[in-house]
């Protein structure tokens, strides 16, 4: 059975950080590209970074550039989020997901408030 499972997530003060994780089960996990999107109350889905399948390459939506960093482990099977100088704005439920070529995976989600 396929599970991407998140953690991590709470409240968090604006300025404060967070770091998510997502450990994957029941796939090749190094076969897969790795991303983090996120959706914001009554809003779409908004993708936030990927990283390819060995780490080599990192992307990130602009909003996020510069304070999140996208990491992976394949031995731990798990794919991390770090996310500094978080904004209000950053407040939504992130999902991490897998991609290879047509097939993709998704975990349930973790919940981040930033809030005072």
């Known amino acids: 059975e396929v599970q991407l499972v998140e953690s991590g997530g709470g409240l968090v003060q604006p300025g404060g950080s967070l770091r998510l994780s997502c450990a994957a089960s029941?796939?090749?996990?190094?076969?897969?590209?790795m991303s983090w999107v996120r959706q914001a109350p009554g809003k779409g889905l908004e993708w936030v970074s990927a990283i390819s399948w060995n780490g080599g390459s990192t992307y990130y939506a602009d909003s996020v550039k510069g304070r999140f960093t996208i990491s992976r482990d394949n031995d731990k099977n798990t794919v991390y989020l770090q996310m500094d100088s978080l904004k209000p704005e950053d407040t939504a439920l992130y999902y991490c997901?897998?991609?290879?070529?047509?097939?993709?995976?998704w975990g349930q989600g973790t919940q981040v408030t930033v809030s005072l």
């Open positions: 997901k897998a991609t290879r070529l047509f097939t993709e995976y």
């Open positions: 029941g796939f090749t996990f190094d076969d897969y590209a």
